[in-house]
């Protein structure tokens, strides 16, 4: 079985990603960072996802020698010129919290319209092997930043995020629908046919 590091302590993600990775490659066997021995986690120092999600990827494959994937994610709001963005996680402060950032996010909006509450969802996957190659694929989801919270799947911002074309919250779609519209399961599946031809070459 082909093993593949998907460079991430959150849980949830990695939950996300190893459903998308399973489905497209058979035979895969997708481990997080808490599987593995611990090792010293560069800080994610860069202004873009790509940047940032490249930093983890490397440090993975230097620490493991395994091929590992990283995602580096967050929201973009119009009205607040993009951000949170890269700082999405920790948009209220450490230690990150969902809730206490979904109550900033929607207290920064509470004057902002229904047709200026237009945001993005962007995801950035990093994939790098042993070998040294490496590779970026984006995934964006554009939506609508709700008046309130709905719903009570998925994490982070999907209670308050809503997709075009959709009826419900991020938070309300089952994990399937999520995946199919979401900007992590865009950008992985775009990445997984370079991640199944390394793994075959090994
Ligand atoms: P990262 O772990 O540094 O990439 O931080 C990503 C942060 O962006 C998360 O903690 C969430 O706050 C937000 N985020 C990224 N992807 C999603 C998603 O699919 N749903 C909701 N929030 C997300």
């Known amino acids: 079985m082909s ?11 990695l939950t996300e990603l ?13 481990l997080g960072l808490d599987d593995v021995a ?10 873009t996802f790509e940047g940032n999600a490249l930093i983890k990827a490397r440090a993975a494959v230097a620490a ?5 994937l990283a995602d580096d994610s967050g929201i973009c709001v ?14 209220s402060g450490t230690p990150r919290d969902d809730a206490r950032n979904n109550e900033l996010l929607l207290a920064q909006l509470a004057d902002i319209p229904d047709e200026r509450r237009h945001a993005e969802f962007r995801c950035a996957v990093a994939f790098v092997t042993p070998d040294g190659d490496e590779f970026i694929e984006i995934g964006v989801v554009r939506g609508t930043i709700l008046l309130a919270g709905r719903g009570s799947n998925g994490f982070g911002y999907d209670p308050l ?21 979401s900007h992590r399961g865009r950008a992985l599946r775009d990445m997984v046919p370079t991640v199944a031809k390394a793994l075959r070459r090994r």
């Open 64 to 68: 493991t020698s395994m091929p590992s």
């Open 18 to 30: 190893r459903r998308i990775l399973v489905a497209e490659i058979s035979g895969v066997e997708v």
């Open 78 to 91: 119009d009205a607040l010129n993009s951000m949170p963005g890269v700082l999405s996680a920790r948009w």
């Open 161 to 181: 995020f809503r997709a075009d074309g959709q009826t419900y919250s991020n938070a309300e779609l089952s994990a399937d629908d999520k995946d199919r519209i």
């Open 3 to 13: 093993q593949v590091l998907v460079a991430t302590h959150n849980a949830k993600k």
């Open 38 to 47: 611990p090792y010293d986690e560069p800080p994610e120092v860069e202004n």
